[in-house]
């Protein structure tokens, strides 16, 4: 455990490698991260990562855990050691956790990470008294390059079973007759134990209601003050630290000058500048998006249609060939051919917050969102947003006031997830010309920035219109720390670009290839003898002597594909959709997107498959491309349409997971249900504006 921002979750993933797994905290929706790590005795520890925490007295739910994990003995996650990460450039911050925790007498290790960055600024910790007066193991790490988890994992392996770390202060005398009252009637035999039941005994869930209440009188008849005992108590520790520390730590002068980082910030953090610097840092990931991805994704493309190709000559004609060929592959290659945009995506946001970047982010975006009601902790949600929208709205946990949270968990869902990248850069490929402006500005790039943007200032006016209509009286508050800048891990970025595209492909590889086969059969089959009066048609001798075989074959896929159940159901809905600018195809991939919105790709391409002709596979983005409307024959994908299918992505609530998980946050189905409500008609207010502006 530690403070944020120590190298926690570093040394975490260092010590377990990928042998590690999230889950839940018993009865709350905090994730737990739990590992395995082999000793050097040959036992194995299991590692759990707790929440960063500044002090035991929790702020949020994230905090309320640590206290509950450590002092409730019934508990089985309760541990038999607990690692403290100190961060060595700051540990009279670091040191008030510590003080806390050892107070509670459990056994304890200090892992004193961020070594190298402490020689590097010239403080000098005398290590081996520093554990002298603390009582405690204390280990020499730096665990971004591994430097010293050999000898933490000895000290593990070799701690003590007791707590034996000296008393920090006298705990007692903060209120000594309230201490003994509870000990004695709840035969406890820690001060400090007592004391924190005397603080959160309404919040922890280990007590009973009737325990909570002998609490409450305890409280009344010695006039206990909950919060001045807390300042007590912490002016108390502090003392302690800076004795302490004048002992153990020498910092020279020139380190407590300016350091580079609070320079860089200057700029980075400008009241003005600072905007735009994010605004060019966002240009930039968007025009490499566009142009580091293009050659593979061509690979990707050609690869998928050589294989199409190749089992279409392999295979005997039939239904179980169409099914494999035209429903699960050709579904599949729709998203498929856009992993390389997500791995560029997924290493530019890895690579902005492993440089303490995205944290700057938060910090200037604040002001902006306390004018619409909001605090800066609604902005980690919001950029969070730029990847996936369910472990954002589930990070809503950490703010405290229940208006702000909510109204943060409504308009994040707008924010433009990774699921909305594929449709954007297909669409933008097929109507924005590929060619710079200005020299250095790629249209494409541009298109899908403004795409972006207009995502994060649509969840802001959202947000005023929500802050006028929720009612709360809380206030909140924000507070939160910005890391020193750091070069990048790159073997993180790396992993970070493996583990989130493999994720995106499995997670949305599982809903294409269910609904690609179901789309093929509903796309290949039609109701009565539709099917069989469409071959005698078109077998008479004034198609079969017109046409070419080519063109016969494609005449009679189009006409086939058109009465089939799947055109069936889009013609039913045609008539609400067609103010948008919308055909029948494009509204069977708005029905099944409702499922995940990365759909939309794999759906207009398992429709242009069965459509087209066998002998003829062509990447999906060349047959949206060509598809012609047979009432004007014009492209189906004009200016208008794609801008108008764009608004409509970017508005609607297409993502089943992103419903689950608000009903888990919230516990109530209205809460979804109104989310989706709200979006699904603005998308269409959108889209029927974007289409009528356009066309």
């Not at 107070?103 to 010239?122: E, H, R, T, Y």
């Not at 730590?249 to 407590?256: D, I, L, R, Y």
């Not at 392999?314 to 050709?330: N, Q, R, Y």
Request: proline share 4%; hydrophobic share 45%.
């Amino acid at each position: 455990m530690g403070n944020p921002n120590t190298g926690k979750s570093t040394l975490f993933n260092t010590l377990t490698g990928l042998n590690q797994k999230i889950g839940n905290f018993p009865g709350v929706t905090v994730d737990k991260k739990t590992g395995y790590s082999a000793l050097p005795d040959g036992r194995t520890a299991e590692i759990i990562d707790l929440p960063g925490t500044y002090s035991l007295y929790p702020k949020s739910q994230d905090e309320s855990i640590v206290f509950s994990i450590l002092a409730d003995k019934a508990n089985q996650l309760r541990p038999d050691l607990v690692v403290v990460i100190l961060d060595a450039t700051n540990l009279k911050r670091n040191l008030l956790l510590y003080s806390q925790v050892a107070d509670l007498k459990i056994p304890v290790i200090i892992a004193l990470n961020m070594m190298d960055l402490a020689k590097k600024s010239g403080i000098d910790i005398n290590v081996d008294l520093f554990a002298k007066k603390l009582g405690v193991p204390v280990v020499s790490i730096a665990a971004r390059k591994g430097e010293g988890i050999d000898k933490l994992k000895e000290a593990i392996s070799f701690a003590n079973k007791f707590a034996l770390q000296e008393a920090s202060i006298d705990v007692e005398a903060i209120a000594p007759q309230l201490i003994a009252q509870i000990s004695n009637e709840f035969t406890l035999d820690n001060p400090y134990y007592a004391l924190q039941l005397a603080h959160q005994h309404e919040t922890i869930k280990f007590i009973s209601a009737e325990e909570s209440a002998r609490i409450e009188a305890i409280e009344k008849e010695f006039s206990f003050h909950s919060q001045k005992a807390q300042a007590t108590e912490t002016i108390a520790r502090y003392n302690f630290i800076n004795d302490l520390l004048y002992d153990t730590v020498k910092v020279p002068e020139t380190a407590k000058d300016e350091t580079v980082s609070n320079k860089i910030d200057k700029i980075l953090t400008h009241r003005v500048f600072g905007l735009f610097i994010f605004l060019a840092v966002l240009l930039f990931m968007f025009q490499s998006i566009f142009a580091w991805s293009a050659y593979p994704m061509e690979l990707i493309a050609d690869g998928f249609v050589w294989v199409q190709n190749g089992l279409h000559q392999l295979l005997p004609p039939g239904p179980l060939t169409g099914l494999l060929v035209d429903g699960v592959i050709g579904g599949l290659s729709g998203v498929m051919v856009f992993i390389p945009q997500i791995a560029i995506l997924f290493a530019f946001i890895s690579i902005l917050e492993d440089t303490g970047y995205m944290s700057r982010v938060t910090f200037m975006m604040d002001k902006l969102m306390r004018k619409v009601g909001l605090n800066g902790k609604s902005v980690v949600p919001l950029i969070g947003g730029f990847a996936c929208a369910v472990p954002s709205i589930m990070s809503t946990r950490t703010i405290e006031n229940w208006k702000d949270r909510m109204i943060t968990i409504m308009v994040t869902p707008l924010v433009t997830c990774s699921a909305r990248l594929p449709i954007y850069t297909l669409l933008i490929a097929l109507v924005v010309p590929n060619r710079n402006v200005w020299w250095i500005f790629n249209m494409q790039g541009l298109a899908l920035t403004g795409m972006y943007v207009f995502s994060l200032i649509s969840a802001i006016i959202v947000a005023f219109a929500f802050k006028l209509v929720l009612k709360g009286r809380e206030r909140g508050y924000f507070i939160m720390e910005l890391p020193v800048y750091r070069t990048p891990r790159w073997r993180n970025v790396a992993y970070s670009m493996y583990d989130r595209s493999k994720a995106f492909v499995f997670q949305a590889g599982k809903v294409i290839i269910a609904i690609s086969v179901i789309l093929w059969v509903l796309a290949s089959y039609g109701p009565g003898d539709r099917f069989e009066k469409i071959e005698q048609k078109y077998h008479q001798p004034q198609y079969t002597k017109r046409l070419s075989p080519d063109e016969l074959q494609r005449a009679i896929g189009s006409e086939k594909l058109e009465n089939s159940y799947a055109g069936v159901l889009g013609h039913a809905i045609e008539p609400v959709i067609k103010p948008l600018g919308f055909d029948w195809k494009i509204g069977i991939a708005l029905i099944t997107s409702f499922a995940a919105r990365e759909v939309f790709v794999g759906t207009m391409a398992t429709i242009y498959s069965v459509e087209g002709s066998a002998e003829k596979m062509e990447s999906v983005q060349k047959k949206m491309g060509e598809a012609k409307n047979p009432e004007t024959g014009q492209p189906v994908f004009s200016l208008a349409v794609a801008f108008s299918l764009m608004m409509f992505y970017a508005f609607a609530m297409q993502c089943a997971s992103t419903v689950a998980v608000v009903y888990r946050e919230t516990k109530n189905w209205r809460w979804p249900a109104i989310q989706f409500a709200y979006m699904t008609v603005l998308a269409y207010a959108a889209s029927l504006l974007a289409y009528n502006l356009l066309k």
